[in-house]
């Protein structure tokens, strides 16, 4: 079974500031997508950018980046030049079979003026 | 465009009444429906999904069932509520497995349910 991890519960940015959320999985499979989702408050549920397994090259959308590292089954978001408006809870998503993705416990992520 | 709303947004209901939370899409033909439940600081716990008309599977046994008598209409419901059944409910659609497979999901506004 697919699981997926965020040890962050909570983090804090300066705006314009660089902030880093982490992201591990575990599965058997060899050819599969992540994804990171933003909920903000009170809004609905966005994606915020998605990686293919068998892409090396890391997914980027504008000031959102992430690294991937296959091997070490981790996938981490960075988000750059942080805005108040990236106050959100973010979830780190692995889709499986069926179009279902697996989400881990989420990151709140606070960006301070 | 596609769109999807589900209602009510917020309800507060005693333990043991029914309930029934709503879903509809529209701009879209033969989703994949989905409910989740977000519970306080914790991640989205995947209830039911459904590739078709009256095709539901259940991810975890509880006291919740689903239905959907419409292609895009998705329904949650209860015939009568535990305390633990209180949280964040989530509607969301994915286009048909038979389509491209992007994993992107488009999420309801959400219903938060209290049970008292």
């Known amino acids: 079974a697919q699981t997926v991890t965020q040890s962050q519960p909570e983090m804090s940015v300066q705006e314009a500031e660089t902030v880093t959320l982490s992201c591990t999985y575990d599965t058997s499979e060899s050819n599969y997508y992540l994804f990171w989702y933003k909920q903000p408050p009170s809004r609905q549920m966005i994606l915020v950018i998605r990686q293919e397994a068998y892409k090396q090259q890391n997914a980027t959308e504008n000031r959102f980046s992430v690294n991937f590292q296959k091997a070490a089954k981790s996938f981490s978001l960075k988000i750059s030049d942080s805005q108040l408006g990236d106050t959100a809870m973010y979830f780190c998503a692995f889709l499986r079979a069926g179009n279902m993705l697996t989400f881990g416990g989420g990151t709140r992520l606070m960006v301070k003026p | ?116």
């Not at chain 2, 329904?75 to 535990?82: H, P």
């Not at chain 2, 209180?86 to 048909?96: D, E, H, I, N, V």
């Not at chain 2, 038979?98 to 219903?111: A, Q």
């Open chain 2, 1 to 116: 465009s596609q769109t999807i709303h589900q209602w009510p947004a917020t309800l507060v209901q005693p333990v043991g009444s029914p309930l029934s939370l709503e879903c509809t899409v529209e701009g879209t033909s033969n989703p994949n429906l989905y409910w989740y439940r977000q519970a306080a600081g914790r991640g989205l716990q995947l209830l039911f999904y459904s590739i078709g008309i009256g095709q539901i599977s259940s991810e975890v046994p509880q006291n919740l069932s689903a239905s959907r008598p419409q292609d895009r209409q998705f329904i949650l419901s209860s015939k009568k509520l535990l305390l633990s059944d209180s949280g964040f409910y989530l509607c969301a659609w994915s286009t048909s497995t038979l389509g491209p497979i992007t994993g992107e999901l488009f999420f309801g506004e959400g219903s938060r349910l209290t049970v008292l």
